[in-house]
T-cell receptor
Framework: KQEVTQIPAALSVPEGENLVLNCSFTDSAIYNLQWFRQDPGKGLTSLLLIQSSQREQTSGRLNASLDKSSGRSTLYIAASQPGDSATYLCVLLEASGSRLTFGEGTQLTVNP | NAGVMQNPRHLVRRRGQEARLRCSPMKGHSHVYWYRQLPEEGLKFMVYLQKENIIDESGMPKERFSAEFPKEGPSILRIQQVVRGDSAAYFC???????????FGPGTRLTVT
């Protein structure tokens, strides 16, 4: 059974800092990996999707990497802003392509 | 192209009543997934449906819960005889094909009093 762990569970940083969120998973037989953000009381916004054959994806100030062999992914956020404050979720699509497995999330607070 | 729509956004039910949650997938998407987020917990897969078929319901409780995705109309997640432990946010996602990127709706927040 796939298990996804995110570290740290919570993170508070001053504005402008670069930061890294970590995700580890137990089963490397994945179809793809996505990073989402979830704002309080709201839905999920997809940030980046990495196919299992890819190593990284970039979008603006965000960069996500994937190392299937070690079961790890990182989300790098450059020059953090207060608007980045949210819960960040690491989500795997299993190889069968039928279900997503979610990490518990990292709650990020960026202080002005 | 409208995104995934869920209604109602908020639903209050008394114990023992039925809850019906609706999900309209994005246009052109025939694959629908339901997830549940209990308070202070992560999202958990419940069920995966294609038009008129349940593909994977391994994450759904065996009793009181059912889901359908008819040929016409939205997907429905139905919870009979609700209990307080059913209080959660229920999210629906859709994709154009199996293993396609899933797009999430805003969720329905169910409160059982």
């Amino acid at each position: 059974k796939q298990e996804v762990t995110q570290i740290p569970a919570a993170l508070s940083v001053p504005e402008g800092e670069n930061l890294v969120l970590n995700c580890s998973f137990t089963d490397s037989a994945i179809y793809n990996l996505q990073w989402f953000r979830q704002d309080p009381g709201k839905g999920l916004t997809s940030l980046l999707l990495i196919q299992s054959s890819q190593r990284e994806q970039t979008s603006g100030r965000l960069n996500a990497s994937l190392d299937k062999s070690s079961g790890r992914s990182t989300l790098y956020i450059a020059a953090s802003q207060p608007g980045d404050s949210a819960t960040y979720l690491c989500v795997l699509l299993e190889a069968s392509g039928s279900r997503l497995t979610f990490g518990e999330g990292t709650q990020l607070t960026v202080n002005p | 192209n409208a995104g995934v729509m869920q209604n109602p956004r908020h639903l209050v039910r008394r114990r023992g009543q039925e809850a019906r949650l609706r999900c309209s997938p994005m246009k052109g998407h025939s694959h629908v997934y339901w997830y549940r987020q209990l308070p202070e917990e992560g999202l958990k897969f419940m069920v995966y449906l294609q038009k008129e078929n349940i593909i994977d319901e391994s994450g759904m409780p065996k009793e009181r819960f059912s889901a359908e995705f008819p040929k016409e109309g939205p997907s429905i997640l139905r919870i009979q005889q609700v209990v307080r432990g059913d209080s959660a946010a229920y999210f629906c996602a859709s994709s154009p094909f199996q293993a396609g990127e899933q797009y999430f709706g805003p969720g329905t927040r169910l409160t059982v009093t």
